[in-house]
């Protein structure tokens, strides 16, 4: 039995999905500045359009307040200080797109976690969410989709961004855990609206739960339990 912070209160069982996202390492290296750029600007439009299409299937569903999460998303996508500085390394630096994502993201997440508001310390995640979705498109790595999974399922995870808990079906997706956040992480305010239940902060979570493991979620008590281990 591990145990977290029950987010969203429920009681469920079935198996765990084990989310898997694309692991990357960034390296500096010496690119061509027009293809470099032209890499960006389609992983941009491909980032932008995403955020778009996430927010559309979530109206009706999330509450106006949490369906904002992804307006600003789209409007840091399109913020000149952001994007601007990226275009600016690659250009000045003739860098690669991924490498100038990484340093100029990693300056305005470090910047927005050291301040003493917290509504700019939540905009950090925000970044971070549209900087990884950024980084993906531009190296061409495949984001996985939670609105495709069609059987009934819990899904486990090291954490869930906005985008990923917007995708989130009630239907298949009867619960989630995840090893780090709290209660007022947006995917843990996002559970509660569409009423999933949801256990985050375990310790030894994907160390410990395996996918196809069939297992039991109190998101009352903020347990979770393997009832039958499946290890593939």
């Known amino acids: 039995m591990l145990k977290g912070i029950a ?54 569903r999330l509450s106006d307040d949490e369906l904002a999460i992804f307006d600003a998303h789209i409007m840091v996508t399109m913020d000149p200080e952001f994007t601007g500085q990226m275009e600016e390394m690659i250009k000045n630096d003739a860098v690669n797109a991924d490498y100038a994502c990484h340093e100029v993201s990693s300056m305005f997440i470090n910047m927005f976690e050291s301040m003493e508001d917290a509504y700019f310390r939540e905009r950090a995640a925000d970044i971070k969410d549209v900087s990884y979705r950024l980084t993906c498109h531009i190296l061409g790595l495949e ?21 990923d808990t917007a995708q989130l079906n009630k239907e298949f997706t009867l619960g989630f855990a995840t090893a780090i956040g709290g209660r007022t992480s947006h995917s843990a305010i996002m559970a509660r609206s569409l009423e999933i239940p949801a256990v985050v902060g375990i310790n030894g979570l994907l160390d410990t739960v395996n996918h196809g493991d069939i297992i039991a979620l109190d998101a009352i008590e903020g347990n979770i339990g393997a009832l039958a281990m499946r290890h593939l």
């Open 7 to 60: 987010a969203s209160s429920g009681v469920v069982v079935a198996k765990a999905y084990k989310m898997v996202q694309p692991v990357f390492e960034i390296t500096k290296k010496s690119a061509n500045v027009e293809e470099e750029l032209a890499r960006f600007e389609l992983a941009l439009i491909k980032t932008r359009e995403d955020i778009e299409s996430i927010k559309s299937k979530a109206v009706g």
């Open 143 to 163: 984001l996985a989709n939670l609105s495709l999974i069609k059987e009934k399922v819990i899904i486990v995870a090291h954490d869930l961004t906005p985008s």
